[in-house]
């Protein structure tokens, strides 16, 4: 009897190869400036790599109303550098507000250069994405991505404002991370195909995909905190926890919990009085009232949904690697 294959994103990346070739050649070519430290600390990471699912969602709307071709259509390839340009730049922006000195498992830009160049260079990032965009001459995807950029600004600054608060709705945690996360998985992959010409219902469909991927891949992520290492996550096991972060893990055990547990979260994460020992009591707490399994099953759900939305797709290779990808999202936990 043979083990059932690990859901992955491998099938997605080796269909779209030789486009996300096409993509990183243009990223690299508007990452160029005649100030040497924009383009070192850029490309510090940009090469630290990741999944870069965004621009392969983004290739995938392409894919998904034109088929296969041998080259993606040229808007498609300067769209998912744009997004792939957003993501970086929420990335060094994040890393500045969070004070982290890890991603990906290396030195952050911040800890590198500070927090002023870092900033800034985000700031490049943004600028160049929005004329990658504006070269598409389609007023539709700037649209798209530009509502997609501003959504991630609310999403973090809603987060910001809930750092603190273990008692927070579950509905603002989803808010928070629809806004930083899922929209722009949505707005790849729906202006992927909208970019090249697909009609309403597929760039909808697209859409519905992306939102739930996002919201899926990030509470995976904010579950994993209090359960990964740095080498599985590529940040510090236990960031969220001293940072104050408010996420599904920690509104479920609030809700649950009694008296001196929650009196317990609001000295940790509420105050911020954090001692020896007290990350280890969180996740006793967790776990007692199965606080990550809870948001992982939540996660699946979104996964499901995300599936879905797939049955508009008739290219067999394309849809059976989309599903692959959105299951992937929660085979990471196992």
């Known amino acids: 009897m043979t083990d059932t294959p690990r ?142 950029s501003a959504r991630i600004t609310e999403g ?15 509905q603002d945690y989803l808010d928070v991370i629809t806004g930083k996360t899922a929209i722009l998985f949505a707005a790849a992959i729906s202006s992927g195909a909208h970019v090249v010409g697909a009609d309403k219902a597929l760039v909808e469909a697209l859409h519905n995909y992306g939102l739930s991927l996002g919201m899926a891949f990030q509470i995976v992520d904010d579950a994993l905190d209090y359960r990964s290492d740095l080498a599985a996550m590529g940040k510090n096991n236990g960031d969220d926890f001293v940072d104050g972060k408010i996420t599904m893990p920690i509104i479920i055990a609030w809700q649950e919990g009694d008296e001196a547990e929650r009196a317990f979260w609001q000295r940790t994460i509420g105050e911020g009085e954090i001692t020896d020992g007290d990350f280890e009591a969180a996740v006793a707490i967790l776990d007692k009232y199965q606080a990550i399994e809870k948001a992982l099953a939540q996660a699946k759900d979104y996964a499901e949904q995300a599936v879905q939305s797939l049955a508009i797709i008739k290219d067999d290779a394309l849809r059976s690697a989309l599903t692959d990808a959105a299951y992937y999202t929660v085979a990471r936990t196992l």
């Open 7 to 148: 859901p992955s994103i491998d099938a997605l990346t080796a269909l779209l190869a030789n486009d996300m070739k096409a993509v990183n050649q243009v990223i690299l070519d508007r990452m160029g400036s005649d100030v040497p430290m924009i383009p070192q600390l850029a490309n510090h990471l940009i090469a630290a790599g990741g999944k870069r699912m965004r621009p392969l969602l983004c290739l995938a709307g392409a894919f998904a109303h034109q088929g296969k071709q041998e080259t993606a259509d040229s808007r498609a390839l300067l769209l998912s550098a744009a997004v792939e340009f957003i993501h970086n730049a929420t990335l060094l922006h994040d890393d500045v507000i969070d004070e982290s000195d890890k991603r990906r498992g290396r030195d952050t830009a911040n800890a590198l250069w500070g927090n002023e160049a870092s900033v800034l260079v985000g700031d490049f990032l943004f600028a160049r994405a929005f004329e990658l965009m504006v070269e598409t001459d389609d007023i539709a995807v700037l649209g798209m991505l530009s509502s997609a």
């Open 156 to 170: 973090e600054v809603k987060q910001m404002t809930m750092a603190g608060k273990p008692d927070s709705p579950l």
